[in-house]
């Protein structure tokens, strides 16, 4: 399957890197982890369901190293997986997925 992120979802991942980046040692953990977590992701994982989102499922996995988690819909019919919320403990409260 095919992995693409929202535009929310890439400015989360956006301002994780760069928040990485800036305090730890091992500059690359961040994106080794996220390539990692989305070549799981095209296999389209149907993990625990988190919460909705327009009505389809939304899951979760977390990136191996890191207290970040990548939330993700399964579009069977698009051949996707769209990545809705890049989310990490230092965000706070995990993200609210509502049926819209």
Same mark, same amino acid.
């Given at each position: 399957?095919?992995?693409? /992120? ?16 800036? /305090? ?25 369901? /988190? ?19 990548? /939330? ?29």
């Amino acid at each position: 399957m095919k992995v693409k /992120y929202t535009s929310e979802a890439q400015t989360q991942a956006r301002q994780d890197r760069s928040r990485w980046r800036k /305090y730890r040692d091992s500059k690359d953990v961040f994106d080794q982890d996220l390539s990692a977590s989305r070549v799981f992701l095209a296999s389209g994982p149907k993990l625990a369901v /988190y919460g909705l989102l327009a009505g389809r499922p939304v899951r979760r996995t977390q990136l191996k190293r890191l207290k970040v988690h990548l /939330y993700y819909v399964i579009y069977e019919e698009l051949n996707l997986v769209r990545i809705v919320s890049v989310w990490g403990s230092h965000r706070g409260d995990a993200p609210v997925f509502d049926e819209e």
